[in-house]
C-alpha cells in the first residue's frame, strides 16, 4: 500500500505511521465505515492519536468522513463522524484490474456484439470464481444463511472483504472490495453476472440493494428469510 512505500524511506516513528494507517484503512475495507472512536478502540489507539492518522487520510484524499445517521433519540452534542474509504483509499488496499484497458476492451465488445455480448463476457468472467467459491462451499450445507456465511468467508479469500449477517427479513452479504467497481459503473452486466452468482451457490433468489459501482460504500446483497407453506386438507 502507498503509506508503506512512500514513507518507508523516512524516519522509524514515519514508518510506524505508516503502518498503522494501513491498519485503518483495512478496518474501513473490511468493516464499510467506522468512527474514530471504533476505530481507536479496535487499534488501542487513544482519541488525539487516532485523530492524528485521520486528519493525515482526509488530507491525503483516503478517507471521508460523513454524519452518522442517529436512530432513536438523538442527544446532545454534535453527531459522531464517520469515516470511510474513497476510490483511491479502496485501490491502496487491495488488487485492481487495469480499469481504463477493461472499460475499453467492453465498450469494443459491446460496440462489436452489443449489450448480450458484454453479458457473456461478464457471465464468463466470473465462472472462475463461482467454481471455487463452489468448492469452498461443500460441507455448508442447504440452509441459505449458514451457506451465505462460508460464502462471505470464501469472497473474502478472493479479496472482496466480505461478511454474511442475519437481519429480520432474512439475511445480508456484504462486500466491502470490489475489484471492477470503475469498469462496473458503466457496465452493470458485470454486477448482473455476479449477483447470479451469489444466488445459485445460497440457492435461493436474491436481491442487490446497493453496490459499490453505484456509489454505495458497500455491495449489500439481500436474502430473504426461508417461508415453509403448510397445506391442509
Not at 2 to 19: F, H, I, M, N
Not at 125 to 137: N, P
Not at 190 to 201: G, H, K, N, Q
Request: net charge negative; hydrophobic share 40%; charged share 20%.
Amino acid at each position: 500500500m502507498k503509506y508503506v512505500s512512500a514513507l518507508s524511506e523516512q524516519q522509524p516513528a514515519a514508518a510506524v505511521d505508516g503502518r498503522t494507517r494501513d491498519r485503518v484503512a483495512r478496518l474501513l475495507l473490511e468493516h464499510g465505515s467506522a468512527t474514530a472512536a471504533e476505530l481507536g478502540t479496535e487499534l488501542g489507539l487513544s482519541p488525539a492519536a487516532i485523530r492524528r492518522h485521520l486528519d493525515a487520510m482526509l488530507a491525503d484524499g483516503v478517507v471521508v468522513a460523513r454524519e452518522q445517521p442517529v436512530r432513536g433519540h438523538r442527544g446532545r452534542g454534535r453527531p459522531a463522524k464517520a469515516f470511510v474509504l474513497t476510490d483511491a483509499g479502496r485501490q491502496d488496499c487491495g488488487t485492481h484490474f487495469y480499469d481504463g484497458m477493461a472499460t475499453a476492451a467492453l465498450r469494443w465488445i459491446s460496440r462489436t456484439g452489443g449489450p448480450a455480448a458484454v453479458a457473456e463476457f461478464a457471465t464468463e468472467q466470473v465462472s472462475g470464481l463461482e467454481a471455487r467459491c463452489r468448492a469452498a462451499l461443500e460441507g455448508a450445507g442447504d440452509d441459505p444463511l449458514a451457506r451465505a456465511e462460508a460464502l462471505a468467508a470464501a469472497l473474502t479469500a478472493e479479496g472482496y472483504a466480505a461478511n454474511a449477517s442475519t437481519i429480520a427479513s432474512g439475511g445480508q452479504l456484504c462486500q466491502h472490495h470490489c475489484p471492477v467497481a470503475h469498469v462496473a459503473a458503466e457496465f452493470p452486466q458485470l454486477c448482473e453476472a455476479e449477483t447470479a452468482v451469489i444466488s445459485r451457490l445460497i440457492g435461493t433468489h436474491v436481491q442487490r440493494l446497493a453496490t459499490i459501482a453505484h456509489g454505495d460504500g458497500v455491495c449489500t446483497t439481500h436474502i430473504p428469510a426461508q417461508t415453509t407453506t403448510v397445506r391442509t386438507e
